[in-house]
């Protein structure tokens, strides 16, 4: 079935320093794949999402690139703030129902 | 725009118990889901509702849990007896349109944080 791999974490960087948190996935077809972000206390928001090959979703700085030869989608960020705390989801829609399938989170934890 | 409403925002139970979670999404959405989320993993699809119909149980494991949304509104997901593995968040979740489509945005609750002792 469809799967989505993501890094384990956490992940502590010192602000402005580079991000990539990786993502793989598993589907059949051409899955839609998303990034979603969960900040402390709160739930689940879309960061991004790319819809075909070679599309490059982007926001608030974040970019990812749908890779279809090697089934990724890395996150990405040129310099991170401590406001860029949180967990990370990356995830896919596909088949059918086109239910969104989540990789198990990154935790980022970004020190002043 | 109001969010997706959860209630309540923290629970705690003795395993056998029975618990409740209510969930207002985003007025105007037509789809509804429940996640289940534990600790260290990524949100499990329990149960998935266009308008007020079932479109996809099969994660939900009935003999324990159920759902409903009257109305094709609130909804309502509820553990009998709850079990200790049942400890996790479950996230409501609200979709604008009535066929959800490959890049259909979710919208997420804060939880309702279980814990089953």
């Known amino acids: 079935g469809d799967s989505v791999t993501q890094m384990e974490g956490p992940v502590t960087l010192s602000e402005e320093a580079f991000l990539t948190i990786n993502c793989t996935y598993t589907?059949?077809?051409?899955?839609?794949l998303f990034w979603y972000v969960q900040y402390p206390g709160e739930g689940l928001q879309l960061l991004l999402k790319?819809?075909?090959?070679?599309d490059k979703g982007s926001n608030k700085g974040f970019e990812a690139t749908y890779r279809k030869e090697t089934t990724s989608f890395h996150l990405e960020k040129g310099s991170v703030q401590v406001s860029d705390s949180a967990v990370y989801f990356c995830?896919?829609?596909?088949?059918?129902?086109?239910?969104?399938?989540f990789g198990r989170g990154t935790s980022l934890i970004v020190h002043p | 725009e109001a969010g997706v409403a959860q209630s309540p925002r923290y629970k705690i139970i003795e395993k056998r118990q029975s618990v409740a979670f209510w969930c207002n999404p985003i007025s105007g959405h037509a789809t509804l889901y429940w996640y289940q989320q534990i600790l260290g993993q990524g949100p499990k699809l329990l149960i998935q509702f266009q308008n007020n119909g079932v479109v996809d149980d099969s994660q939900l494991p009935k003999d324990r849990f159920s759902a409903e949304r009257l109305k094709g509104v609130d909804s309502t997901l509820k553990i009998q007896p709850a079990k200790l593995e049942d400890s996790a968040v479950y996230l409501c979740?609200?979709?604008?349109?009535?066929?959800?489509?490959?890049?259909?945005?979710?919208?997420f609750g804060s939880g309702t944080q279980l814990s089953v002792l």
């Open positions: 589907a059949t077809g051409y899955p839609s």
């Open positions: 790319a819809t075909k090959a070679d």
């Open positions: 979740a609200s979709s604008l349109r009535q066929r959800t489509v490959s890049n259909e945005k979710l919208f």
């Open positions: 995830a896919l829609s596909a088949g059918g129902s086109y239910i969104p399938t």
